[in-house]
């Protein structure tokens, strides 16, 4: 029964990481920007959470009113600084996020403060399920994978089966064949990086209640969906759920049978799988 | 181009022989610790600003390096530099072939994505295991033992001018270097990988080259630095100090080596300047960093030549990207 | 050829003017008779109200002596050390060696603090560690010149061994980051339990700061131990308390933690909290006319309820009021002072407690038990307590 617990915990930690990789891959793979400030809209997400679920006393109502203002950033951020940098050497890019990470921290730093905040779980959700005669599981943690799986199901329906998916996926992979063919690769840009932003900062909000509110939460998110992009390929979004869910199992049975190995063992699976496959499980060259 | 820098390299160098005489202790280790960042930087220009390899992880073969010297250590007596010190730098030379192997075959971003992971694998290794104290780091009592009579590493004035030398010597040597058939063929690389390609250059090889020189040459900052703190810790391998590093050059200047020096003073004053102002001095370090990313696109080396196009004083120069 | 020559001797004497002028600013220091303070704290990050919290029980101590310490007047130097080891040994000297200073107060973070004993061992200087519980600092790495106001890392967790024990628990199960001052507590504890005759089940581990627990919950969960003893602190330790509520393990396998586990995060942990017993060198309600005050003064003049942090900080000061007391203000024998800091007798909010010939606090282990917003005070876990100091050089006497 135990291993069967650990199962649902490694699918459940997957699928949270997925959430919060799936804004970095969709940047990544339709824009092609690194986007190292990722964690910090992570962390932003997340103090989001906690303040406006502070002033208006709903979790529910702070998520609508997070994902807006997190958007709005976004398409700040994109129009007076990213969009500088689409024709410059990706090292640029990788600096300018690096800068921005710096800002974002020190801004959360003076405006909100440096202590450990909590977010209340909505009501509603606040129950746990009996598993065993010991350990129930939190209906939060179990609504978060369903948000997760709706979200990716979203996602691959708005880019395969939409018509505006289908705009993304041309500006993607012929950005000047799409110009020419008249489509606005400026705003389409836009919407992407601000899409990217609000995914990031959504969940944040939403793993806010179990994961709580504290200084450098975004730097611990950063790196392991970077490694997901990479295993997962760049821009594929069935790689990053793989990729994360694959982690997902790494971390939960490492730290439960390996401890010694457990934070290597991601890196490990990084490194075997490049080994035979160079652009991750699904990528496109 | 090397020419006119000429006059203004023998006056820093001199600057720098002589800054002893008038620096305090705490000065002297400052300017000590900006040359061996200077050597640091050096290792990535090759890398980024030469051959086109932009990577996010060269901080793990600084750090490979500078734990090889605290582990190899004695506990109590000082470590023979001699011997410690070629160790550090196979150690992190064989770093770089493993990863290098692994990660020259792709390029663009899936490069810097993959040798941030490779940095982070090796920064988690030492982090979460005890195989060199974790998280918490290890302590070297004493500096290295140069054994050559008259030269006392645990002497601020002598370790120095012995990092001035390696500064000096590693200057020269990539000057050198990149002015050979195989510096030549790195920069065609940069320039234009296909072309090399046609032309019959095995660019794999090459860039591996490149990679390994590059990580070598880390090593020996990253011992530097283990020799001089006598603490080492996993963060000097942290993607911070990769970042930083490349920060350094792109103040300075990519692609020039005297930018990779320029940007490490600067960089490291710079942040002495921000910290003496306020506590919140990351915020302004992250507006500079974004500022000279979107202003200043070929570093403080390239700062003349923007201001004189300014001016209108001189012709337009072609974007290098 | 006149031109390049112009040109080296003009960029010569420029140079050497910036460098004269610029870089090197101190000739020789007047001496003052202003003592030279050198704060090292966390002012941003993670530890940052520690950090706050222990310079204002510091300034508070000075206040109430009249602003002076021993009778003589203080200079501030602060650094922030952001809690970064990598940085701390540069921070250290900045305030040794930059601005002279005659002590050096620091730090919260232990890897820290073990990079300024080194600075303080290397050059002399007078360390007073006012947090950090590294067990070396008053172990292994023990000096003359260095003392600490506020625990080794042995120190809470030891009295928990005896707690847990007189309560029934016989199979325990600890879990902790892996880093120093997990540990040193861990082993603290298992050392006194397992003394008693109780058994470890399980020591678990992970990654610091990692803070994904619900692989170690459910392995609790099936281990079935009588009781958990666990160390965690900050964002760790709210997470660590939800979690565990969440899975419904509180009321049946009882959690049990160093003050850490609950200090400074209550209103953050709310409900999962309410009725855990953790051990401490301080609690809310510690009934003396000391604590009073100092709380009512702390209060009045900061408006936050004062913590753990601001009396160690509290303390500090007064350790140095005593021990400057009685060598007349003097800094000049350093023996004489060192062996005045060694005798005082600090009459502190926690309660009454002496130095230890390592140099750490001998003191009274509180238990304490959640209620509401506070640790709640409800007994003496263990009675003048003593760091074992294992490794230290000096108290081979």
Known sequence: MEWLIQILNSVQYGLLLFLVASGLTLIFGIMGVINLAHGSFYMIGAYLAFTLSSLTGSLWLALPLGIA??????????????????????????????????????????????????????????????????????????????????????????????????????????????????????????????????????????????????????????????????????GSLKGALIAALLIGFADTFGKVLLPEVASIAVYLLMAVVLLFRPLGLFGRA | MKRSLLPWLVVAGVLLLLFPLVAEKFYLQLVTKIMILSIFALSLDLLVGYTGLVSLGHAAYFGIAAYTYALAAPSADPANVWLTLPLALAASAAAALLIGALVVRTSGVYFIMVTLAFAQMAYYFFHDTRVAGGSDGIYVNTRPDAIVPGLDLADDLHFYYFVFAALAIVFALLAVILRSPFGRALQGIKANEHRMRTLGFATLRYKLAAFVLAGTIAGLAGYLAAAKEGYVNPEMMAWHQSGAVLMMLILGGMGTLVGAVLGAFSYVLLQEWFSALTKHWQLLMGGFIVAAVLLLPQGLVGLPRLLLRRRGLRSVQPNDD | MTDRRQFMQQAGALASAAAIGGLSPSIARAQTAKLRVGMMLPYTGTYAALGTAITQGFKLAVEETGGNLGGRALEYFTVDDESEPSKATDNANKLVQRDKVDLLLGTVHSGVVMAMVKVARDNGTLLIIPNAGANAATGGQCAPNIFRTSFSNWQPAHPMGKVMYDRGHRKVVTLTWKYGAGEESIESFKEAFTKLGGSIAKEMYLPFPNVEFQPFITEIASLKPDAVFVFFAGGGAVKLTRDYAAAGLKDKIPLYGTGFLTDGTLEAQGASAQGLLTTLHYGDGIENAKNKQFRYNYGKKYGVQADVYAVQGYDAALLLHGGLNAVKGSFGDKKALYGALEKVKIDSPRGPWTMSKAHNPIQDIYLRKVDGNANQVIGVAWKALEDPARGCKMTAA
């Not at chain 1, 203002?69 to 050497?89: D, P």
């Not at chain 1, 990086?193 to 909000?205: D, E, N, R, S, Y």
């Open chain 1, 69 to 234: 203002l997190s958007a709005a950033l976004g398409l700040v951020l994109e129009w007076a600084l990213i969009s500088r940098l689409y024709r410059r050497n990706h090292l640029y890019q990788v600096l300018l996020t690096f800068g921005l990470i710096l800002i974002f921290e020190e801004l959360r730093s003076i405006i909100v403060g440096d202590d450990v905040h909590s977010v209340a779980i909505p009501a509603v959700l606040a129950a746990s399920l009996p598993l065993t005669e010991t350990l129930s599981y939190p209906v939060y943690r179990l609504f978060i994978s369903a948000v997760c799986l709706a979200l990716a199901g979203l996602m691959y329906v708005t880019i395969q089966k939409t018509r505006f998916g289908m705009m993304i996926r041309a500006a993607a992979s012929n950005p000047e064949m799409a110009t020419s063919l008249g489509l606005d690769i400026r705003w389409i840009h836009a919407l992407v990086f601000a899409a990217g932003v609000a995914l990031a900062a959504f969940a944040g909000m939403i793993a806010a209640p179990v994961s709580s509110v504290f200084p450098g939460m975004g730097n611990q998110v950063l790196i392991v969906c970077f490694v997901i992009v990479v295993i997962g390929g760049i």
